[in-house]
């Protein structure tokens, strides 16, 4: 299964993708879409469109995986986030994929098997993970990875109580 992890942000948004075949994970790319901050924001999102329709043409993912907006200080941040996971899911409705979203403490457990870890805790176990040299660089990047592997070690879980939700 490929699995494309998306760490959305207007000015930065985190790409990792991963081919899970559990326990086992193979790193396929990672990266960031920048955005020029004098563009204007419909330019920006048209940008972050078209890097993930590139992606998703070019490996084929089976689900992308989002990071679930959680702000409580600066409502603009979580706005402009907010426009990047629209992006985000249009282009996974327009090439038929799933979606599926985690909170950062979801994210954390999943890595690190506790909720309130920190992030270096996370980009180390996304780097033993992945047996990487390094942790992946920028944030961005570790970040959409531990999305992409939250989901590839849940994602039974996940189809079980569909299962039972719709029988």
Known sequence: MILL?????????????????YPAFTLLDYGVISTN??????????HIHDCLVSLVLQY?????????VFFN????SALLVGEARGIAKLVAANNAR??????????KQAIVGYGNANKHQVQE???ILLN???????????????????????????ALQERYRNP
């Open 60 to 68: 084929q993912p089976d689900v992308l995986v989002l990071e679930d």
């Open 132 to 158: 990487l040299d390094e942790i992946p660089r920028p944030d961005h990047a570790a970040d959409a990875l531990a999305l992409a592997i939250c989901y590839a070690r849940s994602h039974k879980v996940i």
């Open 37 to 46: 901050a004098k563009t204007e924001s419909p330019y920006r999102l048209k």
């Open 98 to 107: 799933q979606v599926y979203s985690y909170t950062p403490a979801q994210v």
């Open 5 to 21: 992890g998306i760490d959305p942000g207007l000015a930065h948004t985190g790409y990792g993708l991963i081919e899970a075949n």
């Open 73 to 76: 200080r600066n409502v603009s």
């Open 125 to 127: 176990m996304v780097k």
